[in-house]
């Protein structure tokens, strides 16, 4: 009989998940950081990268302007990809209108080649000790960027990012589904952190030691430049008290577009990661390792056998499938199950991506 067979493998797709992040949230709640820290105040340079962002560059121009950091100690750089809306006209005007009490510098690229290529770009002015980045479109809380800096006082530490907190997590389907995985995915990069490092990282509120850092990674965005740290033998964690506020998406295409990119990046680095290991040459946890190269590599090849489980206990047992209604009508297991879907047909599309090479470094906007 091929059901028992099904039911174990069904087993093995849903408790792996399901027992790492239950550790991982006990740890994010109880474990300890393992750090010492003390007050420091480095040079910084915030960097933000545009790309058609001219309506909104003028909000997130104030709320760096909110910093409480002493600003002698603080460098702006906005890069700008050649914007076809005229943001970086958006940003000298702005600069022109308001004297800001921190030096800010424009760099105009004369052709768009993707985020890290311009943060890159940017690196070579920044005259910071720790370098930070973060995208037009969020917003930090006031506390955030004080409170992420800290941590960047332990020795061990090479890079910090912030906790992404959505705005508008009622507005639809694909908002309120994607507060679900946050909650998730959030418990286990702090707890991750606390074990040791996560390398999924958010360039909407990071911080880097740029002795360090070097450079930017081209190949995987954000994530990237944290396993390049964690392989020179520094933590880079997430830390629940450094939050920056961003909207989801608010229709299912747009979401799925960006969570594609997002898991293609994600298949990306995990894939080092594997080739890392198998040389033995990763620096990473290996729990950590392990258990999200199985997520993210093999898990979603799983799904498909999940699926067909599913049916099968169905047309076994004809009773279980009096238990539908309840999935559909209550409203938290319902979207729930939107997630689990909707991520693993994201996931399987973003690998299909990969395996035909096609990267995304530059994205529509
Ligand atoms: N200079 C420059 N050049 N900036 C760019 C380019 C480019 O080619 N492409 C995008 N950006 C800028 C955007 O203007 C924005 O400030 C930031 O990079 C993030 O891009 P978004 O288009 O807002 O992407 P997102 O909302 O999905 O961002 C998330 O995913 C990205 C990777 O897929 C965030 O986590 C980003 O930090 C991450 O890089
Ligand atoms: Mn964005």
């Known amino acids: 009989m091929i059901l028992p067979v099904l039911i174990s493998i069904s087993l093995v797709h849903i408790m792996v ?3 790492y992040y239950f550790w991982m949230k006990r740890l994010s709640k109880k474990g300890n950081w393992n750090l010492t820290l003390s007050d420091f105040e480095p040079k910084v340079t915030l960097i933000v990268a545009t790309y058609n962002e001219a309506n909104i560059i003028e909000d997130k121009l104030n709320n760096i302007r909110e910093l409480t950091y002493p600003k002698d100690n603080l460098e702006v750089i906005v890069v700008d990809s050649a914007s076809t809306d005229g943001t970086a006209q958006v940003v000298k005007d702005y600069l022109e209108r308001n004297s800001l009490p921190f ?5 105009e690229e004369d052709q768009r ?27 930090w809380t006031p506390q955030s960027f004080n409170n992420a800096l800290k ?21 639809s389907s694909a908002a309120r589904t994607e507060l679900q995985h946050r909650q998730v995915f959030n418990f286990i990069r702090v707890g991750e952190s606390k074990l040791q ?45 450094a939050s920056f506020l961003n909207a989801c998406p608010r229709g299912w295409k747009a979401k799925a577009t960006k969570k594609i990119r997002r898991a293609q990046h994600l298949v990306d680095v995990w894939w080092k990661c594997l ?14 390792s392990a258990s999200n190269i199985f997520l993210y590599l093999f898990n979603p090849f799983l799904f498909p056998v999940f699926m067909v489980t599913i049916v099968g206990i169905f047309l076994t047992w004809p009773l279980t499938s009096l238990t539908i209604p309840v999935f559909l009508l209550v409203p938290k297991l319902r979207d729930g199950i939107i997630t689990y879907l909707s991520n693993y047909v994201f996931l399987l599309y973003a690998i299909l991506m990969q395996a035909l090479g096609r990267k995304q470094i530059v994205w529509k906007k």
Do not use: H
Not at 103 to 107: E, H, S, W
Not at 151 to 171: H, I
């Open 17 to 19: 998940p399901a027992g």
């Open 113 to 139: 080649r993707g985020k890290s290529k311009a943060l890159n770009n940017a690196l070579q002015t920044a005259s910071g000790n720790i370098v930070a980045t973060s995208d037009a479109d969020c917003i």
């Open 197 to 241: 490092s996560t390398i999924v990282f958010e360039g909407a509120l990071a911080l880097y030691k740029k002795g360090l850092l070097e450079k930017f990674d081209e190949d995987c965005d954000d994530s990237g430049s944290a396993l390049n740290l964690v392989q020179k033998g520094f933590r880079t964690i997430m830390v629940p008290d």
């Open 151 to 171: 941590y960047l006082s332990d020795k061990s530490v090479a890079a910090v990012c912030g906790v992404e907190v959505l705005t508008n997590p009622e507005e």
């Open 275 to 288: 080739k890392l290991s198998l040389r033995r040459k990763s620096k990473m946890n290996p729990w950590i």
């Open 103 to 107: 030096k800010t510098i424009v760099i």
